[in-house]
């Protein structure tokens, strides 16, 4: 029985690319937490992805998918996105599904309490950006290497009918089995039931591009295994997942995550991403390398300050090429030194927007360096606030004509800057 008609491309699926696959599969290994089914001993292509890769006679399919739920996408999320290029370079197809339809629901993993629901103009708006966000780490070039697909194309299609099919699949003890649900329904928290069709609506995404191998976080497991079900219910060969680390944030102790402020964005400019990364604690540094870089991991520096240089230099590269981070490195240096004036590619705020008289706390909050101006009091109390290298410490320190700012660097933190222009 199948519950629509999924047909993927056909031209990737019969793409003639010669398969390049590194026999020691280093490219493989590198970064991923698990496999599943990994019995590296068996000789059976189901049960062993090293086999499959070896006797397959086509290019595998490999799917990410990617909810737009927010418009930016940082340091974490392209950690998949690199495997997927990884498999690319391998002659592989990856198909990248952006989550239109999904992300109305959005995804309950790891979530205390039900997500907010998004409108279709919502999710439209942060797809837009996706793509351009994942353009450097991607191949958009190569014939038959990437497949884009929004899986409104099926998801939307299906009827009633349908979806009860489904949900014949999964009982509703394999649901509380899983992470966030039993532990919302044991505090009586609300579990909504069509948080319930998350899982399943993903899982149909696997069925629906035919997908051998499916990539994601360690906490996708779940998701990817309810896709294995799914493709065997409707007589497909099941995908193997692929799971990858969670990267840890700036701070060392939480993962990284834009609403706990420790995270890099792929669009942020070059020096406040080089200033980021040139601060990483030693000890993410190894796990920074290996799975935000293609460096050779036994021939880093042996200084840790090296290190921090050279993790930054080669992410600001792979994102702004290499004058870019060149640029960047030159203009922190000159920050950290108080040259403001030699940092020549500093992000420029206008004060054509601000209302002068204006205080110091209020223009640290508008010109970007942080979400409010409750914030912005705290770090300049904290002595976290520089003008041109100099701290300062007055939260109601007022200027009144933006003469007295233009050209200056205004400081946040350790790693944030804007230049004040009055124009």
């Known amino acids: 029985m199948s519950v629509a008609d999924p047909t993927p491309n056909q031209q990737s699926l019969t793409s003639t690319s010669t398969l390049t696959v590194d026999q020691d599969f280093t490219w493989l290994d590198r970064g991923t937490s698990e496999i ?11 049960e062993n992805l090293v086999q499959r890769l070896l006797t397959g006679d086509r290019p595998l399919r490999v799917k990410l998918g ?16 690199r ?37 279709e103009a919502d999710v439209q708006a942060n797809a837009q950006t996706y793509l351009d966000q994942v353009r450097p780490i991607l191949d958009f070039d190569t014939p038959g290497r990437l497949e884009i697909r929004y899986n409104s194309e099926w998801l939307a299609q299906l009827d009633l009918s349908k979806i009860l099919e489904l949900l014949t699949t999964m009982t509703v003890g394999q649901m509380l089995a899983k992470e966030g649900f039993a532990e919302r329904y044991e505090k009586g928290s609300p579990v909504f039931l069509h948080e319930f069709l998350y899982p399943l609506m993903q899982g149909y995404d696997s069925v629906a591009v035919a997908s051998d191998v499916e990539l994601g976080g360690t906490d996708q497991k779940f998701n990817i295994a309810v896709g294995r079900d799914l493709q065997r219910h409707f007589g497909m060969r099941p995908q193997f997942g692929l799971l990858l680390p969670i990267l840890l944030g700036t701070d060392g102790v939480q993962k990284m995550s834009k609403s706990l402020g420790n995270y890099v964005a792929l669009t942020e400019d070059p020096l406040t991403m080089y200033s980021k990364l040139e601060k990483t604690p030693d000890q993410l540094l190894a796990s920074y390398f290996e799975l935000l870089t293609p460096l050779p991991l036994d021939s880093l520096p042996e200084n840790p300050r090296d290190r921090q240089k050279l993790l930054a230099m080669n992410v600001v590269s792979q994102y702004h090429g290499p004058a870019a981070a060149q640029q960047a490195q030159k203009d922190a240096a000159d920050l950290t030194q108080g040259q403001t004036q030699q940092a020549d590619n500093v992000p420029e705020f206008s004060l054509a927007t601000i209302q002068f008289p204006v205080k110091l706390f209020y223009l640290v909050s508008a010109s970007g360096l942080c979400k409010t101006s409750s914030e912005a009091r705290r770090q300049i109390q904290g002595g976290g606030v520089k003008l041109d290298g100099d701290r300062v410490d007055q939260v109601d320190l007022t200027f009144n004509t933006p003469s007295e700012l233009n050209g200056r660097v205004l400081q946040f933190g350790k790693s944030k800057f804007v230049r004040l222009v009055s124009s």
Not at 66 to 76: A, K, N, Q, R
């Open 83 to 119: 495997k997927l290029r990884a498999f690319q370079d391998a002659g592989h197809t990856a198909v990248l599904i952006i989550g239109d339809f999904t992300a109305r629901i959005g995804d309950p993993t790891g979530k205390s309490d039900v997500r907010r629901q998004l409108t």
């Open 66 to 81: 990617i909810d737009p739920t927010g418009s930016e996408i940082h340091l974490g999320h392209s950690i998949p996105v």
């Open 36 to 46: 599943f089914p990994d019995q590296r001993d068996s000789q059976n292509p189901d």
